[in-house]
């Protein structure tokens, strides 16, 4: 049973980073892409980017610059990093692991952060 | 990369089927074989229903199938129960390694 606990700050200053870090249990943490997901209250899904077991990273590239993912194989975690945030970014934050690939099978509990001065 | 476009609410009855859209370009839906289906409840994580356009994935009901014509994909879902009332959203692969969401749709089981 695969499962993803997610933990991280909850209020930010504007122009602070955001920081979020993922732990799996359960299955491999080889052989997937590890995968961050933002939804903004009320409104849709919006993928930030991924990285996988070789440390391979993707971005969207409206975020590309000021966002960081990394990984820590032996303690079978994942981390995001978000600089210069802004009120826009405020949204429930996600992670999550893909089935093979090009999907989102397992998430995280979410996490939301409030960028608010 | 503009988001792919869902109509913003869906509704049927009990038993009834209905069928949510999603529409994307040749750069994303039918470029490739690589959209997913999302159902969200109020508060709660997107739960993983379709993957690679139709398949679904082990423990969701053959209720819930997928299909893809052209530069659009659908989720139909039949036999509508009142627990399947939430948001859906697709997705599809984008090229050069990233994704593309749908804006969401509300299902209303009336």
Same mark, same amino acid.
């Given at each position: 049973?695969?499962?993803?606990?997610?933990?991280?700050?909850?209020?930010?200053?504007?122009?602070?980073?955001?920081?979020?870090?993922? *732990? $799996?249990?359960?299955?491999?943490?080889?052989?997937?892409?590890?995968?961050?997901?933002?939804?903004?209250?009320?409104?849709?899904?919006?993928?930030?980017?991924?990285?996988?077991?070789?440390?391979?990273?993707?971005?969207?590239?409206?975020?590309?610059?000021?966002?960081?993912?990394?990984?820590?194989?032996?303690?079978?975690?994942?981390?995001?990093?978000?600089?210069? $945030?802004?009120?826009?970014?405020? *949204? $429930?934050?996600?992670? *999550?692991?893909?089935?093979?690939?090009?999907?989102?099978?397992?998430?995280?509990?979410?996490?939301?952060?409030? $960028?608010?001065? | 990369?503009?988001?792919?476009?869902?109509?913003?609410?869906?509704?049927?009855?009990?038993?009834?089927?209905?069928?949510?859209?999603?529409?994307?370009?040749?750069?994303?839906?039918?470029?490739?074989?690589?959209?997913?289906?999302?159902?969200?409840?109020?508060?709660?994580?997107?739960?993983?229903?379709?993957?690679?356009?139709?398949?679904?994935?082990?423990?969701?009901?053959?209720?819930?199938?997928?299909?893809?014509?052209?530069?659009?994909?659908?989720?139909?879902?039949?036999?509508?129960?009142?627990?399947?009332?939430?948001?859906?959203?697709?997705?599809?692969?984008?090229?050069?390694?990233?994704?593309?969401?749908?804006?969401?749709?509300?299902?209303?089981?009336?």
């Amino acid at each position: 049973q695969v499962q993803l606990q997610q933990w991280g700050a909850g209020l930010l200053n504007p122009s602070e980073t955001l920081s979020l870090t993922c *732990a $799996v249990s359960g299955g491999s943490f080889s052989g997937y892409y590890w995968t961050w997901i933002r939804q903004p209250p009320g409104k849709g899904l919006e993928w930030i980017g991924e990285i996988n077991h070789t440390g391979d990273t993707n971005f969207n590239p409206s975020l590309k610059s000021r966002v960081t993912i990394s990984i820590d194989m032996s303690k079978k975690q994942f981390s995001l990093k978000l600089t210069s $945030v802004t009120a826009a970014d405020t *949204a $429930v934050y996600y992670c *999550a692991r893909s089935f093979a690939r090009y999907n989102f099978a397992y998430w995280g509990q979410g996490t939301l952060v409030t $960028v608010s001065s | 990369q503009s988001a792919l476009t869902q109509p913003r609410s869906v509704s049927g009855s009990p038993g009834q089927s209905v069928t949510i859209s999603c529409t994307g370009t040749s750069n994303d839906v039918n470029g490739y074989n690589y959209v997913s289906w999302y159902q969200q409840h109020p508060g709660k994580a997107p739960k993983f229903l379709i993957y690679d356009v139709t398949k679904r994935p082990s423990g969701v009901p053959d209720r819930f199938s997928g299909s893809k014509s052209g530069n659009t994909a659908s989720l139909t879902i039949s036999g509508l129960q009142s627990e399947d009332e939430a948001d859906y959203y697709c997705c599809s692969y984008a090229g050069s390694y990233t994704f593309v969401f749908g804006g969401g749709t509300k299902l209303t089981v009336l």
